[in-house]
């Protein structure tokens, strides 16, 4: 599935992320969702996503009640960490660090997350 990733497309993404954000939902409470989120689309668009997404086997739901339950069936993180491979390769060759590094130089961290990230630097560390 790893390689499939990739085929998420724009619409199918924000998809995901709702059902990331809601949890187990059904396509009118992810048609909320992206509507007070700025994204316009129509019911009937939502729910050949979700259906799509299913047969790709990125969500899966249960159809038990009149409206269908939908949940997604791979994490964010996997889908993170396979995106940011992708980028990595066709980027930076593979490696990590240059990545890292321009994200650190050109975005603005929380407080939280300079520390998060000090301390994974620190854990990283070879001298201690």
């Known amino acids: 599935m790893a390689d499939r990733l990739q085929e998420l497309a724009g619409a199918e993404l924000e998809v995901l992320k709702a059902l990331w954000h ?3 939902t059904t396509v ?5 969702h992206l ?11 939502v729910q050949t996503l979700m259906i799509r997404l299913e047969q790709k086997r990125f969500v899966v739901s249960d159809k038990s009640d009149v409206a269908h339950v939908f949940r997604a ?3 964010r993180d996997r889908v993170t960490r396979s995106r940011l491979k992708t980028l ?10 240059p990545l890292v590094l321009q994200l650190v130089r050109n975005e603005r961290l929380t407080p939280e997350e300079i520390e998060q990230l ?3 630097v620190g854990d990283l560390d070879p001298g201690e």
Not at 28 to 32: C, G, K, Q, W
Not at 35 to 45: D, I, N, Q, S
Not at 88 to 97: E, I, P
Request: charged share 25%; glycine share 12%; hydrophobic share 35%.
């Open 22 to 24: 809601l949890g187990p």
């Open 73 to 75: 069936r791979v994490s």
């Open 118 to 120: 000090q301390e994974l």
């Open 28 to 32: 009118r409470e992810v048609l909320n």
């Open 88 to 97: 990595m390769a066709q980027l930076y060759d593979g490696a990590a660090g």
């Open 35 to 45: 509507h007070e989120r700025g994204k316009k689309v129509a019911y009937t668009t």
